[in-house]
């Protein structure tokens, strides 16, 4: 395995601002695929390689063989990652003559990690057309907006724990008074006139780039790792494999950082309608397809931190570099269960991938992902895995610079094969 994946994994993070860049950034990878709107009826031919959106953030894309097929081989991994969503309104003028703007947070992020650094804005605007209304992607792409932290001098205890308000201590300084508004700087860079802004969704994003590093060039560290590292592992893995006994689909799914319960998220109607559609279109039924079908849930794992090893399982702890991460969780939220463990494990010995695990420290409960929320919608053989990092959730976060492409070639490996289910609980690798 090399480094040269992760280099790539860097230009495409730098690509995805936003949960709604990195569904354009996915569909504009896949070269050659119809997009199917949702609006229509789908005609689908063997051969034919196809992709949707839902509420621009969400995306599956799937190929159906021109050969035999059975069952439904699924990737999974998200499009959003922990950031500040601007309110509308968004901008406080003063203290002073300074502009600030007013921000939520979106998901659960480590604060004071968004601190001090330049950030910028992304999203989308509604924008008013002769006809109604249409959705533009935009990015501000330049260092705009800094929380900046209060002087040691003026808060002697700041090393020793601080407890940020999000009300007044994360809100970003965008300028002094007589500036440019955000809004109109995002109207220019869409190429559209402010008064035609109908609405805007947009939020905060780290400027610094990523950057592989360490000794030997061993780590990675950018913005968003979680879960694009995965994503484009899955991307890749999607896209090199050759036709296999599967009908191979790769899920992006947004708002899994705010617990999956939209239109476009894990807990919404997307994949059932999808996968059904497919199943309608081609004459199958989809209980018999879905009961030959297998989900690869993929979302970043915690590796053991190297100054705090003691808040890891004692066994079940990945190192990065490691290989992939399989997450288990007796309460479940964590979908693997011996079945799905041992398909993909051999799929893994068969790819020359390297195994790990991870579970909570036993009095930890952890944290979850959607393999169990998609699993309440389509009950499908589900694994959960993910690559080992550091520091979840912070603005800028560590892994492997290795394990990008042990992601890829497993899941190359799986989009490759098929399964075929023989009564309950026997399972053919092809
Ligand atoms: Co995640």
Redo the contacts with the bound molecule.
Sequence with gaps: MDKGMTKDLLAFIGRCPSNFHTAAAVRRELEGYEILQEGEVWNLRPGGRYCLTRNGASLVAFRVPAGEWQGFLLAAG?SDSPTFQIKTGGEVQGPENYLRLNTERYGGMLYDSWLDRPLSAAGRLLVRTDRGVESRLVEIDRDLLLIPRVAIHMNRRANEGMAYDPKQDLLPLLGLAGGPSLLSLAAECAGVREEDVAASELSLYVREPGTIWGAAGEFVSAPRL??LQCVYAALRGFLSASEGRGLPVLCVFDS?EVGSATRQGADGTLLRDVLGRICAALGRELPVEIHHSFLVSA??AHAVHPNHPELADPQNRPRLNGGVVIKHSASRRYTTDAVSEAVFAELCRRAGVPVQHFANRSDMAGGS?LGNIVGSHVSLNTVDVGLGQLAMHSAYETAGALDTAYMAEALRTFYSAGLTVRGDGEIEIH
């Design positions: 998200h979680d879960d899994e979302d970043n992902t």
